[in-house]
């Protein structure tokens, strides 16, 4: 993992796969939903969905932003939401 800070805040952050970077502000990983699981997106669900996601960098970014949205269920946001996927293809 690759995080950029300021005033110690992290301002985006990047999980490396073997042949894709993702990165993300850390609103993806704080995302809320309250009801009825009470629990943030968090880093171990995003790193699960990328690393169970096609590599090619269209369907990749599809991917996580569905089980993204799924998790958020219309939720309102409430930080920045951003991802930028780099692959080799």
């Not at 990047?14 to 880093?43: F, K, M, Q």
Request: charged share 20%; glycine share 4%; aromatic share 8%.
């Amino acid at each position: 993992m690759i995080a950029a800070f300021s005033d110690s805040r992290p301002l985006a952050t990047a999980n490396i796969c073997s042949s894709a970077v993702v990165l993300y502000t850390d609103g993806v990983i704080e995302a809320w939903h309250p009801h009825p699981r009470n629990e943030d997106y968090g880093i171990n669900r995003l790193t699960a969905v990328i690393t169970a996601a096609p590599r090619k960098a269209g369907q990749l970014l599809a991917h996580i932003e569905a089980d993204f949205n799924a998790f958020a269920d219309g939720a309102p946001q409430q930080d920045d939401v951003t991802f930028l996927v780099l692959t080799k293809d």
